[in-house]
Nanobody, 124 residues
């Protein structure tokens, strides 16, 4: 059974950068997974941030475009999210998600495997 573990969260000032990583283990074929990042702030629904199809085509939410970059390293079974120009409204728990041979969905139900999340806090 696949497991996902996120890392890289932390506290950063407004305008700063962070790089999140998600390590997959136990997957039969990571290269065939569509991977995504979601986030959830207290009191809010979990929302899509960025995804990367198993063909390596990326998809971004409007709030992430031109600030965030998603990438994958199939040799290391990892997916990363480089976040630049961070804002206080980016503060949330960030989750990694995976779906074998899936489309790059933007809803929670599009993904079958989830990590436990890594906290990102942006101070003003």
């Amino acid at each position: 059974q696949e497991r996902l573990e996120e890392s890289g969260g932390g506290l950063v000032q407004d305008g700063g950068s962070l790089r999140l990583s998600c390590k997959s283990s136990g997957s039969a074929s990571f290269t065939m997974n569509t991977m995504a990042w979601f986030r959830q702030a207290p009191g809010n629904e979990r929302e899509f941030v960025a995804g990367i199809h198993w063909t390596s085509i990326p998809l971004y939410a409007d709030h992430a475009k031109e600030r965030f970059t998603i990438s994958r390293d199939n040799a290391m079974n990892t997916v990363s999210l480089q976040m630049n120009s961070l804002k206080p409204e980016d503060t949330a728990l960030y989750f990694c998600a995976a779906q074998p041979l899936g489309k790059t969905g933007t809803t929670r139900g599009d993904y079958q495997t989830w990590g436990r999340g890594t906290q990102v806090t942006v101070s003003s």
